[in-house]
């Protein structure tokens, strides 16, 4: 069970970043890349575009993997809800009365009065 929530945590985090960069992008050019344009910065406005992109894809990519991955770190069933599955398959099975705990008691109000049924 601890790998599960861990993987869940994962996936968490990828899509928080993946949002993260997709809002920092621009379809039409600007974004952060539209930041860049001066001709003396280290990463031009090409390079920024391409890092974005390349990000994007590859957190889509993780967090396909990770929701793949998170599907063989599912829980399984205990083995006491195991065990009272298989007891009362046996029970249906052998056409004996299945044995549910009983409902509780209604408590007689206060005065000592008898309780009346409800109108239908």
Same mark, same amino acid.
């Given at each position: 069970?601890?790998?599960?929530?861990?993987?869940?945590? =994962?996936?968490? !985090? /990828?899509? %928080? $970043?993946?949002?993260?960069? +997709?809002?920092?992008?621009?379809?039409?050019?600007?974004?952060?890349?539209?930041?860049?344009?001066?001709?003396?910065?280290?990463?031009?406005?090409?390079?920024?575009?391409?890092?974005?992109?390349?990000?994007?894809?590859? =957190?889509?990519? !993780? /967090?396909? %993997? $990770?929701?793949?991955?998170? +599907?063989?770190?599912?829980?399984?069933?205990?083995?006491?809800?195991?065990?009272?599955?298989?007891?009362?398959?046996?029970?249906?099975?052998?056409?004996?009365?299945?044995?549910?705990?009983?409902?509780?008691?209604?408590?007689?109000?206060?005065?000592?009065?008898?309780?009346?049924?409800?109108?239908?």
């Amino acid at each position: 069970m601890g790998s599960y929530i861990i993987i869940s945590v =994962l996936i968490f !985090v /990828v899509c %928080v $970043l993946l949002i993260l960069v +997709v809002l920092v992008q621009n379809s039409k050019g600007g974004g952060l890349a539209s930041n860049f344009s001066s001709s003396n910065q280290f990463m031009g406005v090409r390079k920024t575009a391409d890092f974005l992109e390349k990000t994007t894809w590859t =957190l889509a990519i !993780v /967090v396909l %993997v $990770l929701s793949l991955v998170s +599907v063989f770190a599912i829980p399984k069933v205990d083995n006491e809800a195991k065990a009272i599955d298989t007891e009362l398959r046996n029970q249906i099975e052998n056409n004996k009365p299945v044995d549910f705990a009983p409902a509780p008691a209604q408590e007689a109000p206060a005065g000592g009065e008898t309780p009346t049924p409800p109108a239908q």
